[in-house]
């Protein structure tokens, strides 16, 4: 069960949504754009693959996020000589 402030203040309300631990770094990942899952993974070491599907969720149900369908990976191309 997730704490809350129970205030009616902004600031206590964003912190409701943003001040469990890993969501401030989350937050930071997706500044820099759109991200998969894999990336976010990757990027942050140590978090679990649960837990950063609980805080995805989350973000998508106090609507800090929705999720995108990003075009896929190309693969690299090989020079040729």
């Known amino acids: 069960m997730r704490r809350s402030y129970e205030q ?15 969501t401030l ?3 930071r990942e997706l500044v820099l754009g759109p991200r998969r899952y ?9 978090m679990g693959i649960s837990l950063l599907a609980a805080r995805l969720k989350h973000f998508e149900q106090h ?5 995108t ?3 896929p990976v190309r693969a690299a191309s090989r020079p040729t000589n």
């Open 8 to 22: 009616t203040c902004f600031i206590a309300r964003a912190l409701d949504v943003l001040g469990e631990r890993w």
């Open 25 to 27: 770094l989350i937050v």
């Open 38 to 46: 894999s990336d976010l993974l990757s990027a942050l070491p140590g």
């Open 63 to 67: 609507d800090v996020l929705r999720p």
């Open 69 to 71: 369908t990003l075009p």
